[in-house]
C-alpha cells in the first residue's frame, strides 16, 4: 500500500485517536488465511449511532479496537477465489459480516450468521462481540467472503457522483427500511418513529418511499426537529408533556398509529430526561393500534456497563408486555440483514427516488476529524458524519 494504514481506535470511554494500524491481510480474526477476501481502499464510510454507544462506555468494548461498520471502497486486491469483484470495483459494503452459505445466510438473515462469529450469531466490523473483525473507519481494511457480501456499482463515475448518498446503503439505510417494512408500513399507513437521528431519519425516507400517509418523528432535540420539518416530516416535540398518545392526536386526530418505529434503542431517555431503557418500547404499545406492527432497528444490547439499574445491565428490561399482547400486535427486532434490501435501494438512489444524503444531513469530514465528529455527534448534532480517508469526496454532490 502506498500510504499508512490508519484508523479511529477506541481508546476507553468518551476517547477515540486516529492511530496507525496495521494493514489489512488475508485472514480471519484468529490468523487464519483466506482466499475468499478483498482489500479495500476506503472511500467513504460513517459515524453511527451503533458506534456512539461503544464510545460512550455502554458496552463492553475493549480498549484498542479500530471501529468502523459502514464502509464504501475500491477493491485493490483479491484473493484467489475471488470470482465476481474486481480491482477497480467501486464496491458497497454490508456492515454484516456474512458466509453466504449457512443455512440464516441461504434464508437472506444475514445479520445472524452462523459461521463469522465464535460466540454467537452474526458478525460485523469493529463492533464489540461481533467475531473481532477489524473496523472500517480507516484507511484501508480487508472484507471477507467478497463475492457474497459485496454490492458492486454498475458505473464507478455515477457512483463518486452520488457517494453521500450510496456511502448509506451500508447500515442507516437500509436499517431504515427493515424498520419500515418490519412496522408494515404501506400505502396510506399512519407512522411514529422514535428519534430524529440518522437512523429515525432513514426510517421516515423509507416510511415514505413505501406510500405511508403521515410519518411523525419524535425527539426532544429542537435541532433534529426542524431538520425533519424542513425535509418534509411531521416534528413531534417531546419535550411538551408525557402523553405520547395527545401528541400524536394533535397531528392525525387520533392516538394511536399503524405502524411504529423504534429508532433509538437501549439509551433511551423519558420525559424526566432521566434514562429508561424500556420507555420507547412501552410508549410503541400504548400508541400503536390493535393488530398494528412495531419494528426495532434500535439497538439493544445484552450487557449495559453504564445503565442505572441492576437488571438493565445484564440486557434486562421492565416490559408491558401484556399490553402488546392484548391489543395483537407484531414486534420485529434484530439487525438488519443489509444485502436483503441494498440492491433495490442503490436503484432508487441512481434514479433519482431517494435523496438520502439530504434527508440524513450527510456531512463530509476527514479521517482526522473523527474524534469531532464523535463529538459533535454525541452532542445531538442534526448531522451524518461521513469520513473522507483519502480526500476523495471533496466534490461530491
Known sequence: MSDENRGVVYLGPNHVEVQRIDDPRMETPDGRKIDHGVILK????????????????????????????????????????????????????????????????????????????????????GYVDMGGWIGGQARYVMVPYADFNLLRFPDKAQALERIRDLTMLTDILPTGFHGAINAKVGVGSTVYIAGAGPVGMAA???????????????????????????????????QNHDRLGDLIEQVIGTPEVDSFIDAVGFEAKGYDGKEQPAVILNQAMEVTRPAGAIGIPGLYVTEDPGAHEAAAQKGNLTLRLG???????????????????????????LHGRLPIADIVNATVISLEDAPRGYHDFDNGAPRKFVLDPHGMLKNAA
Not at 449511532?49 to 479500530?66: E, K, W, Y
Not at 434490501?341 to 432508487?348: S, T
Open 42 to 125: 476506503v472511500v467513504s464510510t460513517n459515524i453511527c449511532g451503533s458506534d456512539q454507544h461503544m464510545v460512550r462506555g455502554r458496552t463492553t468494548a475493549p480498549s484498542g479496537l479500530v471501529l468502523g461498520h459502514e464502509i464504501t471502497g475500491e477493491v485493490i486486491e483479491t484473493g484467489s477465489d475471488v470470482e465476481m469483484v474486481r480491482k477497480g470495483d467501486l464496491v458497497s459494503v454490508p456492515f454484516n459480516v456474512a458466509c453466504g452459505r449457512c443455512r440464516c445466510c441461504r434464508e437472506q438473515h444475514t445479520g445472524v450468521c452462523l459461521t463469522v462469529n465464535a460466540s454467537r450469531a452474526g458478525g460485523a466490523y
Open 323 to 349: 399490553q402488546g399482547w392484548a391489543k395483537s400486535q407484531s414486534f420485529h427486532t434484530g439487525q438488519t440483514p443489509v444485502l436483503r434490501y441494498n440492491r433495490q435501494l442503490m436503484q432508487a438512489i
Open 204 to 238: 421516515a425516507a423509507s416510511a415514505r418511499i413505501l406510500g405511508a400517509a403521515v410519518v411523525m418523528i419524535g425527539d426532544f432535540n429542537p435541532e433534529r426537529l426542524a431538520h425533519a420539518k424542513a425535509v418534509g416530516f411531521e416534528p413531534i416535540n417531546l
